[in-house]
């Protein structure tokens, strides 16, 4: 099984930044996608970004492209995403995931999921 950890959200004021990480531990698998979703109150779960096992690979959801930035660093089991221009609609709890083989950007393709880490953006 695979054990997913986030860290890194909280309160920040609009046009500020965070960085979220998210570490893998247990039976990890090389050869992985990893993907950022969030989930904001009465919504359902959206798909922020996504990055290949290389890290050669990424996408974004059209509301955050040019302002987060997802990275890996396999070495540590790790996965960022680097959250510029923070809005108040980014408000919402983030979930990193994880799958064997290419990226998705639909959360039902995921296999392993993190508990989530509240990111509160004021305006």
């Known amino acids: 099984q695979v054990q997913l950890v986030e860290s890194g959200g909280g309160l920040v004021q609009a046009g500020g930044s965070l960085r979220l990480s998210c570490a893998a531990s247990g039976r990890t698998f090389s050869n992985n996608s990893k993907g950022w979703f969030r989930q904001a109150p009465g919504k359902e779960r959206e798909f922020v970004a996504a990055?290949?096992?290389?890290?050669?690979?990424?996408y974004y959801a059209d509301s955050v492209k040019g302002r987060f930035t997802i990275s890996r660093d396999n070495a540590k089991n790790t996965v960022y995403l680097q959250m510029n221009s923070l809005k108040p609609e980014d408000t919402a709890v983030y979930y990193c995931?994880?799958?064997?083989?290419?990226?998705?950007?639909?959360?039902?393709?995921?296999?392993?999921w993190g508990q989530g880490t509240q990111v509160t953006v004021s305006s």
């Open positions: 995931a994880a799958r064997p083989g290419g990226y998705r950007i639909v959360a039902a393709e995921y296999d392993y």
């Open positions: 990055i290949s096992w290389s890290g050669g690979n990424t």
